[in-house]
T-cell receptor, first 116, second 107 residues
Framework: GAVVSQHPSRVICKSGTSVKIECRSL??????MFWYRQFPKQSLMLMAT?????????EQGVEKDKFLINHASLTLSTLTVTSAHPEDSSFYIC????????????FGQGTRLTVV | GQNIDQPTEMTATEGAIVQINCTYQ??????LFWYQQHAGEAPTFLSY????GLEEKGRFSSFLSRSKGYSYLLLKELQMKDSASYLC????????FGSGTQLTVLP
């Protein structure tokens, strides 16, 4: 199956700093990628939909100035958590659907962010 | 919007069969997914149903009834490694996930 690579898998940062997470589709093109956040023992919550070449669409309650999303190419989307705070500590996961119309959404490995 | 409901926890014995139910209410429905997620890892795809009926794939099967807004995931010959969270997700413009069912398989 298709592969989505997410990097880094784990990151620890100081409060007030920014962290960038990359999501790459390795063997297919994706005009749309999705960013999720998952707190312990909870389900995946969609944060935003990343569209190649245009602005991301954010879900209600997600601050677009805090979670910056850039989808510069058909194979790369980045999420930057700006001015991170301890409450931003979470598991962030990206997913992508194949441009050719596949029904399956492929997930990256996830990024465990800890803000200290 | 979408609303996905599934039980929070289930327990079963190794070698047994377990059925995890999922009900959904969604507009623009475009199919229902089941994913398996082990703690600290990303979800992995198990099945996708867009038409009514049963889809069998090895030890795992998934059923969909669009008229009832209902799906289930059936796991046969349970193994210890099947202990995980099972996520039901409705597909429209994007995937909307249920809260997940934490399955514990006991020896």
């Amino acid at each position: 199956g298709a592969v989505v690579s997410q990097h880094p898998s784990r990151v620890i940062c100081k409060s007030g700093t920014s962290v960038k997470i990359e999501c790459r589709s390795l063997d297919f093109q994706a005009t749309t990628m999705f960013w999720y956040r998952q707190f312990p023992k909870q389900s995946l919550m969609l944060m935003a939909t990343s569209n190649e070449g245009s602005k991301a669409t954010y879900e209600q309650g997600v601050e677009k100035d805090k979670f910056l999303i850039n989808h510069a190419s058909l194979t790369l989307s980045t999420l930057t958590v700006t001015s991170a705070h301890p409450e931003d500590s979470s598991f962030y996961i990206c997913s992508a659907r194949d441009l050719r119309g596949g029904t399956e959404a492929f997930f990256g490995q996830g990024t465990r962010l800890t803000v200290v | 919007g979408q609303n996905i409901d599934q039980p929070t926890e289930m327990t079963a014995t190794e070698g047994a069969i377990v059925q995890i139910n999922c009900t959904y209410q969604t507009s623009g429905f475009n199919g229902l997914f089941w994913y398996q997620q082990h703690a600290g890892e990303a979800p992995t795809f198990l099945s996708y149903n867009v038409l009514d009926g049963l889809e069998e794939k090895g030890r795992f099967s998934s059923f969909l009834s669009r008229s009832k807004g209902y799906s289930y995931l059936l796991l046969k010959e349970l193994q210890m490694k099947d202990s995980a969270s099972y996520l039901c997700a409705g597909s429209a413009r994007q995937l909307t996930f249920g809260s997940g069912t934490q399955l514990t398989v006991l020896p």
